[in-house]
Nanobody
Framework: QVQLQESGGGSVQAGGSLRLSCAAS????????MGWFRQAPGQEREGVAG???????KYADSVKGRFTISQDTAKNTLYLQMNSLTPEDTAMYYC??????????????????WGQGTQVTVSS
């Protein structure tokens, strides 16, 4: 079992920045792929960014150049640095992971462990 806990969400004005964190605990030795997803009200959850334990990353087109995913393996923590935020980035953000499967940003259905989410609200 793996437990994920997000933090770092909040309310910012457009153009601002936030850094989300996702602390992983439990049996994390075989979690090769981690990702960030978001879900806005009335919309489906979408993949934002993902990272493989090799360091390979992948981003949704909507966040390329603005968001950066990283991880500190010693701390078992995943990060999402979000810059130049816009109101369209307003959503609940979730981190996710899956054991034994490699890939930088996998289809949502493949992730087996999810955090509770952290809310990001961007005002214009």
């Amino acid at each position: 079992q793996v437990q994920l806990q997000e933090s770092g969400g909040g309310s910012v004005q457009a153009g601002g920045s936030l850094r989300l964190s996702c602390a992983a605990s439990g049996y994390t030795d075989n979690t090769y792929s981690m990702g960030w997803f978001r879900q806005a009200p009335g919309q489906e959850r979408e993949g934002v960014a993902g990272i493989e334990n090799t360091g390979r990353t992948k981003y949704a087109d909507s966040v390329k150049g603005r968001f950066t995913i990283s991880q500190d393996t010693a701390k078992n923590t995943l990060y999402l640095q979000m810059n130049s935020l816009t109101p369209e980035d307003t959503a609940m953000y979730y981190c996710a992971t899956v054991p034994y499967i490699r890939g930088a940003l996998l289809p949502e259905k493949l992730y087996t462990y999810w955090g509770q989410g952290t809310q990001v609200t961007v005002s214009s």
